[in-house]
């Protein structure tokens, strides 16, 4: 199956994107990794197979702003812009240890954002099945429970970052302004998931537990969440999933394509902007650093849409153009509200 792909590629000169011809020498020379064999594999079948999409779903508002892709540590509040729009994020609170549980950050509560909002979009449910068994879990949000139960392993962090994200509360406020001249302010507070229990052993995730693990989503996540998801497709994020960065720029990626396309003109988006939104990690005063985890990160993200991505790189900043396929077609109204 992978040596037809790959021969797929070169026939059909999907190889004009740099990072997919790159990848498919390496991969004749057998000098492939494991992720960028696995990121190939989804290119190709995305290409291959684009109306096969597994249907997955993200909040479009946690796509416009985007959790922290390291620890933010200590500080009181943590925080994204983009545009009028800012989000603001609050951690819970340990009872037991008396602290803070911290922030939820990386790609673990990224995947588990997918999965919730794909889930909440399916059942139309706030309360949401997680499971007797912690593999099980892990496996369908795309994590290994081979690893091992240790600190490095994933069942741990997946354990830790699920108290992180379900705990905490999530703000959005948005600036507004009339033709009159009148301006006003909008916020949003949420609790995602204020109801849950957990009856899992993170060391021993094959175990299964008597009791089903469980989490009801707050009212008014719910609703941000059934609003107007953006649709993606499963196989791109499973490629995807060790890169924060790459997972939201993916995400990012297939909301714009959606505008663009909508709208039959080109979206400009400044490097200023953009790293408002996407890279609060990242040093203000080195953007070039910025622009260039960027670019890398573009090379693989668009090897995963069905037809390449249409981007003009500017000194100042990017362009999106219209006609491309999305990332997946759409069946319902996921995107109605789009402006």
């Given amino acids: ?15 004009e994107i740099p990072l997919v011809k790159k990848l498919a020498k390496q991969a004749k020379a057998s000098a492939m990794t494991p992720a960028k064999q696995k990121l190939l594999e989804a290119a190709a079948a995305i290409r291959l197979d684009p109306d096969e999409a597994e249907a997955a779903f993200m909040a479009r508002h946690l796509v416009q702003c985007t959790l922290p892709h390291s620890n933010p540590g200590t500080v009181q509040r943590w925080l994204r812009r983009s545009g009028n729009l800012t989000l603001v994020i609050q951690p819970g609170w340990d009872t037991q240890k008396d602290s803070s549980l911290g922030y939820p950050y990386g790609s673990i509560p990224r995947l588990l954002l997918f999965w919730v909002t794909t889930e909440a979009v399916k059942t139309k449910n706030r309360r949401l099945e997680l499971g007797n068994s912690l593999a099980g879990f892990m496996r369908s ?17 997946l354990r830790d970052q699920m108290n992180r994200l379900f705990r905490c509360r999530i703000s959005f406020d948005q600036v507004m302004s ?13 609790q995602v998931a204020p109801d849950g229990e957990f009856w899992w052993d993170p060391k021993q995730p094959e175990q ?15 609703q941000a ?12 994020l499973r490629a995807l ?8 720029l993916y995400a990012w990626a297939a909301y714009k394509v959606w505008v663009v396309n909508q ?18 990690d990242y040093d203000a005063k080195r953007i070039d650093r910025f622009k260039d985890k960027v670019k890398t990160s573009f090379r693989k993200v668009g090897t995963v849409f069905p037809e390449g991505l ?30």
């Fill in 263 to 280: 709208k039959e003109e080109p979206q400009f988006i400044p490097w200023t902007g953009l790293m408002e939104q996407l890279g609060g």
């Fill in 241 to 248: 999933k060790r890169s924060p960065l790459a997972l939201d």
């Fill in 310 to 339: 249409n981007v003009k790189w500017h000194r100042t900043g990017l362009s999106f153009l219209p006609g491309k396929r999305p990332a997946i077609l759409p069946r319902r109204k996921t995107l109605a509200s789009i402006s």
């Fill in 225 to 236: 969440i059934l609003a107007s998801p953006v649709p993606l497709d499963l196989r791109a």
């Fill in 141 to 157: 949000v795309g994590l290994d429970p081979n690893t091992g139960g240790g600190k490095r392993g994933d069942a741990k962090r």
């Fill in 1 to 15: 199956m992978f040596a037809r792909n790959i021969a797929w590629l070169d026939m059909q000169r999907v190889g």
């Fill in 208 to 222: 299964t537990a008597l009791w089903g693990s469980w989490i009801e989503l707050g009212e008014k996540f719910f």
């Fill in 178 to 190: 009339r033709d009159d001249g009148a301006h006003g302010t909008r916020w949003l507070d949420m």
